[in-house]
């Protein structure tokens, strides 16, 4: 069987390209057999948490929120049309980290990959493994 046309990266790093266009507002398309597709990339570019991101009508562009001295994990925030916000940490480096963010004001976090609801009670912490991301929409 032949490895034409499959992706050499890993479901991390699968995970983090698929955010970082739907994050920041590029056109999602795919150009595969949708047959050949596997579990999880079927279920990374269904998840209509993430979609709901991509085509919020506010269509208000990221904004840089912060990054580590380095550069390799970044948090961008999104401010979303029903007054919600949406928070991308993007992690480049060859390894996991914790980030924390504040979260005044807010009182529900959901991370959109997993699918998780959690209480704040003004500050998140989360982690971000190596090359991948995280999509948090907070209200």
């Not at 390209?17 to 596997?38: D, H, V």
């Not at 079927?42 to 550069?71: H, M, T, V």
């Not at 480049?92 to 807010?106: C, H, I």
């Not at 003004?122 to 929409?137: I, K, M, Q, S």
Request: glycine content about 6%; overall charge negative.
């Amino acid at each position: 069987k032949s490895n034409e046309g499959q992706s050499h990266l890993t479901e991390n790093e699968a995970l983090f390209a698929y955010t970082l266009r739907a994050f920041f507002l590029s056109p999602m398309q795919l150009s595969c057999k949708i047959e050949n597709l596997t579990e999880f990339e079927f279920d990374l570019i269904c998840n209509e948490e993430i979609i709901k991101i991509n085509q919020d009508s506010l269509a208000a562009y990221p904004r840089l929120d912060s990054k580590n001295e380095d550069g390799s994990v970044r948090v961008y925030k999104r401010n979303l049309e029903n007054g919600d916000l949406a928070i991308g940490i993007f992690n480049t480096s060859d390894s996991a980290v914790r980030q924390t963010l504040e979260l005044s004001g807010y009182t529900n976090v959901r991370n959109l990959w997993t699918k998780t609801d959690m209480a704040v009670n003004g500050v998140f912490g989360c982690t971000v493994e190596a090359h991948c991301a995280v999509v948090l929409r907070v209200s």
